[in-house]
């Protein structure tokens, strides 16, 4: 069943985006990822949700700087699709490339670091944490390129090996409840609960997500349709090749046609018509 905007855990990307933009959550989240105390965050909330041209995915992340020169890309995944590694190196690429100007050494380059949150376990070792960097394979020696990447998930067993706040933040990705939460004596993690269910309460957060959900479902039904018109025209060109050669003019006509009880027509036809000559003249 379908959850409200209320309902939300925060590991939907909308809602992890949407709370990212907030400097105060953004801070504390990299805090509990990081282990360590950070000066003031700048989010570039502009750059929190992109649309692909191609309609085939929504990117929602989230790019953050702070006062030491340090950039960080922080995204939710819920869905394996077995490219998070490249993906990495894409966004990396990304942050390098908006903070160099034409000109610039490149010893200018800040730190970064790329941070994916998966409710999934993206290298099946049972980690809470995975934690990359550049390094010699001969001597084991640092590169030193000022860049690093961390995967954390939300399935690991490893609970001695990392901070229970670790553990605790990762679980409440998937569990964004006061009953969740109401067992928890860590600060950081009760802040962030109080700041997301405020942020729930706000309608035009509701409405933005209503659209956007709407806009996804729309570009959903349009692939479908899409998928079941090339499969169609596929079949009639299979058909149509035990005749010989398909003209270039009834190939593009098939290709052009968008219609799915014309394509159908066709299809029988050209299982039925015996010949391209006939085919042509009935279709």
Same mark, same amino acid.
């Given at each position: 069943?379908?959850?409200?905007?209320?309902?939300?855990?925060?590991?939907?990307?909308?809602?992890?985006?949407?709370?990212?933009?907030?400097?105060?959550?953004?801070?504390?989240?990299?805090?509990?990822?990081?282990?360590?105390?950070?000066?003031?965050?700048?989010?570039?909330?502009?750059?929190?949700?992109?649309?692909?041209?191609? =309609?085939?995915?929504?990117?929602?992340?989230?790019?953050?700087? #702070?006062?030491?020169?340090?950039?960080?890309?922080?995204?939710?995944?819920?869905?394996?699709?077995?490219?998070?590694?490249?993906?990495?190196?894409?966004?990396?690429? $990304?942050?390098?490339?908006?903070?160099? @100007?034409?000109? #610039?050494?490149?010893?200018?380059?800040?730190?970064?670091?790329?941070?994916?949150?998966?409710?999934?376990?993206?290298?099946?070792?049972?980690?809470?944490?995975?934690?990359? /960097? !550049?390094?010699?394979? $001969?001597?084991?020696?640092?590169?030193?390129?000022?860049?690093?990447?961390?995967?954390?998930?939300?399935?690991?067993?490893? #609970?001695?090996?990392?901070? @229970?706040?670790?553990?605790?933040?990762?679980?409440?990705?998937?569990?964004?409840?006061? !009953?969740?939460?109401?067992?928890?004596?860590?600060?950081?993690?009760?802040?962030?609960?109080?700041?997301? %269910?405020?942020? @729930? %309460?706000?309608?035009?957060?509701?409405?933005?997500?209503?659209?956007?959900? /709407?806009?996804?479902?729309?570009?959903?039904?349009?692939?479908?349709?899409?998928? @079941?018109?090339?499969?169609?025209?596929?079949?009639?060109?299979?058909?149509?090749?035990?005749?010989?050669?398909?003209? /270039?003019?009834?190939? !593009?006509?098939?290709?052009?046609?968008?219609?799915?009880?014309?394509?159908?027509?066709?299809?029988?036809?050209?299982?039925?018509?015996?010949?391209?000559?006939? =085919?042509?003249?009935?279709?």
């Amino acid at each position: 069943m379908k959850k409200t905007f209320q309902q939300l855990n925060l590991s939907n990307a909308f809602l992890f985006a949407t709370a990212l933009e907030d400097s105060e959550i953004c801070r504390l989240v990299l805090e509990i990822i990081l282990g360590a105390r950070l000066p003031k965050v700048k989010v570039h909330a502009e750059q929190s949700i992109l649309v692909s041209s191609d =309609f085939r995915s929504i990117r929602l992340d989230i790019y953050a700087s #702070d006062e030491t020169q340090v950039s960080y890309n922080v995204e939710a995944q819920n869905d394996d699709r077995k490219n998070l590694a490249k993906r990495s190196r894409y966004h990396q690429a $990304e942050m390098d490339v908006a903070f160099l @100007k034409p000109g #610039d050494d490149f010893n200018d380059l800040k730190p970064g670091y790329v941070i994916f949150i998966c409710t999934f376990d993206p290298f099946g070792k049972g980690l809470y944490r995975y934690t990359f /960097e !550049e390094r010699c394979l $001969e001597c084991d020696m640092e590169l030193g390129d000022g860049t690093r990447k961390i995967f954390l998930n939300t399935k690991g067993k490893n #609970d001695k090996d990392v901070p @229970k706040e670790l553990v605790h933040f990762l679980k409440y990705m998937e569990q964004s409840t006061d !009953e969740y939460v109401t067992g928890l004596t860590d600060k950081s993690i009760i802040r962030l609960h109080e700041k997301v %269910t405020e942020l @729930k %309460t706000w309608r035009r957060l509701e409405a933005r997500y209503m659209t956007l959900e /709407e806009w996804v479902k729309d570009r959903s039904k349009d692939r479908e349709v899409i998928a @079941k018109q090339e499969a169609k025209q596929e079949a009639v060109f299979e058909l149509l090749e035990e005749y010989g050669a398909v003209p /270039e003019h009834i190939r !593009e006509a098939v290709s052009a046609q968008r219609d799915l009880t014309v394509l159908k027509r066709w299809l029988k036809l050209a299982a039925r018509a015996g010949s391209m000559e006939q =085919f042509e003249k009935e279709m």
